[in-house]
């Protein structure tokens, strides 16, 4: 793993290559844009996340605009992920939803299209029709992976059985699932069966968003010591030795430099089970595990 840059990138199941590494753009808002971008891409990052539900792809397509027509950067060199929101769920909200986000990043295609949760807005989460109108997202997903809009296409905060559910429909299986996963939530049943079905795990809130129990954990800093690292970049570099993505995210430029410094060391095996032992099924954010 030694050998991994920042500009290292997975094969998906349909041979795209994604980065293992770019930049989380959840909560940032549209003045840091921009300084934000700047910074990641200076740095080095190739890859950006974002999501309708951000209300920051605007924002994004302006920089992404400026840097295409100046030069300093081409479209094929970027890997840009959107999502569909849980307004945007159902086969013609879903072709919508991605047609706005494209025209709001100002791009003609995504790498990478997820749908951003398995529930539906205005449903309850244990309300049944949430799988027939799930089916029907991903319905749309297909059309607009067969019309090339999208390279890729996925699902984000899907459990075992919301994938089960939808390999009994789908035509083509999700290329990536994005989900919150860490030592302290370290879903071993679901990075398996991912992986198992060609399925690319991406990390969110690979940080715990700086939860001061996580960060104070004495395993983490007394491994992030020794290998003279921070606790952060000790948390991405056990996703990336686990062949799971990360996209940290961070508003300042010496955070999102150090986040990108993670490719000159390694985990020790004995390490990764020490960290790997943390799990306590800590999860930062919402539960998905509720939605029927």
């Given at each position: 793993?030694?050998?991994?840059?920042?500009?290292?990138?997975?094969?998906?199941?349909?041979?795209?290559?994604?980065?293992?590494?770019?930049?989380?753009?959840?909560?940032?808002?549209?003045?840091?844009?921009?300084?934000?971008?700047?910074?990641?891409?200076?740095?080095?990052?190739?890859?950006?996340?974002?999501?309708?539900?951000?209300?920051?792809?605007?924002?994004?397509?302006?920089?992404?605009?400026?840097?295409?027509?100046?030069?300093?950067?081409?479209?094929?060199?970027?890997?840009?992920?959107?999502?569909?929101?849980?307004?945007?769920?159902?086969?013609?909200?879903?072709?919508?939803?991605?047609?706005?986000?494209?025209?709001?990043?100002?791009?003609?295609?995504?790498?990478?299209?997820?749908?951003?949760?398995?529930?539906?807005?205005?449903?309850?989460?244990?309300?049944?029709?949430?799988?027939?109108?799930?089916?029907?997202?991903?319905?749309a997903f297909e059309t607009l992976y067969e019309q090339k809009k999208c390279r890729s296409i996925g699902v984000s905060n899907y459990t075992v059985a919301h994938l089960e559910e939808l390999f009994k429909h789908c035509k083509v299986k999700p290329?990536?699932?994005?989900?919150?996963?860490?030592?302290?939530?370290?879903?071993?049943?679901?990075?398996?069966?991912?992986?198992?079905?060609?399925?690319?795990?991406?990390?969110?809130?690979?940080?715990?968003?700086?939860?001061?129990?996580?960060?104070?954990?004495?395993?983490?800093?007394?491994?992030?010591?020794?290998?003279?690292?921070?606790?952060a970049q000790v948390l991405l570099r056990w996703a990336i030795q686990k062949n799971v993505i990360v996209i940290p995210k961070s508003i300042k430029e010496e955070r999102i430099k150090e986040n990108a410094n993670i490719f000159d060391f390694v985990?020790?095996?004995?390490?990764?089970?020490?960290?790997?032992?943390?799990?306590?099924?800590?999860?930062?954010?919402?539960?998905?595990?509720?939605?029927?």
């Open positions: 793993m030694s050998h991994l840059t920042i500009r290292s990138t997975i094969a998906l199941s349909n041979g795209v290559a994604m980065p293992l590494f770019g930049l989380g753009t959840y909560q940032v808002m549209v003045a840091d844009i921009k300084k934000t971008l700047l910074s990641a891409l200076d740095t080095g990052y190739i890859a950006i996340d974002t999501a309708s539900s951000y209300r920051n792809e605007e924002a994004i397509g302006n920089v992404l605009k400026e840097l295409f027509s100046s030069g300093r950067v081409k479209r094929e060199d970027l890997f840009i992920t959107t999502k569909a929101s849980t307004s945007e769920h159902g086969y013609e909200k879903a072709m919508a939803g991605c047609e706005g986000s494209l025209k709001r990043l100002g791009l003609d295609y995504l790498d990478l299209y997820l749908i951003h949760w398995p529930g539906v807005a205005g449903n309850q989460p244990s309300a049944p029709i949430n799988s027939t109108i799930r089916a029907e997202t991903w319905r290329h990536v699932n994005q989900v919150e996963f860490h030592p302290f939530l370290y879903n071993k049943d679901l990075l398996a069966f991912c992986q198992g079905n060609g399925i690319a795990l991406e990390a969110y809130s690979s940080l715990v968003r700086a939860d001061k129990d996580s960060f104070q954990d004495k395993v983490l800093t007394g491994i992030a010591t020794t290998l003279n690292k921070t606790p985990i020790s095996d004995q390490d990764m089970l020490a960290l790997d032992g943390l799990n306590c099924d800590r999860r930062i954010c919402w539960n998905p595990y509720t939605v029927a």
